[in-house]
């Protein structure tokens, strides 16, 4: 079947029937926004994972012109060889996290949120890191302070006094802290740690000023 064949059932990728030729998946009405726990299944598969990491590359390119890819490329890309088990989940993304075109695939808004989600590493947990003392003083004592990673937060920590935050979460010493997820500080607590602090710093010096001008950073809402 050619990629511009008419769309075919779904089969299940444990079905015995068996499906011969490249069988591209029908929608089954997914516009409808889905549960957070069904969002994540989604992710929890390696295929469809694979198809919307696939997809979202393309996208990157930047013309909507251009980034669909046709089934049979995808499935290629993504190292499918079974056109019957690749088709079933390839619909299970139809809908709400792609977009079935006439000539081809396209990942919508919410498919790139969870590649982006997952390739943050905000999902994973983090190994704990902490710098050795910067040339930065703690307001408080005056003492070196140190840059850490623990628990998804980057910490300016005090070498010496017991800090300002004393939450369960954070670090001895901790003077001030902020979220990030992994792929958000790779390996600069240990090779630029001063310059983590500040970049973050700067993040949450964005998100605060939208914070008064009345929307939310994380949904956009009010």
Do not use: W
């Amino acid at each position: 079947m050619s990629d511009d064949a008419p769309l075919g059932d779904a089969p299940d990728p444990d079905s015995k029937s068996g499906v011969t030729g490249e069988e591209e998946p029908v929608a089954v009405g997914r516009e409808n926004r889905q549960p957070p726990e069904d969002s994540f299944a989604v992710v929890g598969n390696e295929t469809r994972l694979s198809i919307l990491r696939v997809l979202h590359e393309r996208a990157s390119i930047g013309d909507r012109s251009e980034y669909s890819v046709p089934f049979t490329e995808l499935r290629e890309a993504v190292g499918e060889p079974d056109s019957g088990k690749f088709s079933y989940h390839l619909n299970q993304l139809l809908g709400e996290f792609v977009e079935k075109r006439p000539e081809g695939y396209a990942i919508r808004y919410p498919g790139k949120e969870l590649v982006r989600t997952v390739e943050s590493g905000a999902v994973e947990a983090a190994s704990p890191a902490v710098s050795e003392p910067t040339d930065a003083s703690c307001y408080l004592c005056g003492a070196p302070i140190a840059v850490a990673y623990t628990n998804g937060y980057v910490s300016a920590q005090c070498t010496s006094c017991s800090g300002a935050l004393g939450f369960d979460y954070m670090p001895e010493g901790a003077l001030s802290s902020i979220p990030a997820p992994p792929a958000a500080v790779g390996t600069d607590v240990d090779a630029a740690p001063e310059e983590l602090l500040n970049r973050l710093h700067g993040r949450f010096c964005h998100r605060a000023r939208m914070f008064g001008d009345g929307g939310c950073p994380r949904c956009g809402g009010a």
